[in-house]
């Protein structure tokens, strides 16, 4: 794989995450709504004491209701942020767009405050999302063009160099 000269423009990237993340709302929200439907439904009405169905479906029920108005925050969030340079000797910090190379293959990671693990495609690259708590975000965070590292992944300790930034 030849090395990137360039990386895509951010806000094409944020863009595409907010997209992203906007379908899993959807997603989220027809989820719950279904657990919702599901736990109020004759079928699951208790035929005894110790029948849970419908307590259990209510839990479920909850859970993806609060985890859509989660989501729905986290968009919101996203919607507001701005795409902004980072400069060659910046260190990395929310917003930063990185190609870094793993053991001689190369990869880009986006570190937003939401979003980790959506995977996004600009300009026909594979943009990987990671948020500061994970162990790759935090791997990255304060690090420098150019700064050499080692990360277990997968249970694989790798080297990692910082290639681009923007």
Known sequence: MPKLKKLPAKHLVLGALREAMKKRLASMADAAAQSREGATHVEN???GDKDMRSTESSYLA???AIRTEELAEELVRLEGMVA???A???AIAVGALVA???DDAQRIFFLAPYGG????????????????ASPVGTALSGKFLGDEFELMTRGKLAEW????LT
């Open 62 to 64: 909850r859970g993806q």
């Open 84 to 86: 902004k340079p980072f």
């Open 88 to 90: 060659k000797d910046a």
């Open 161 to 164: 160099v910082i290639e681009l």
């Open 45 to 47: 009405r208790a035929e």
């Open 117 to 132: 693990g959506t995977e996004v495609r600009v300009e026909n690259m594979p943009i990987t999302v990671v948020t500061p």
């Open 100 to 102: 870094v190379s793993v």
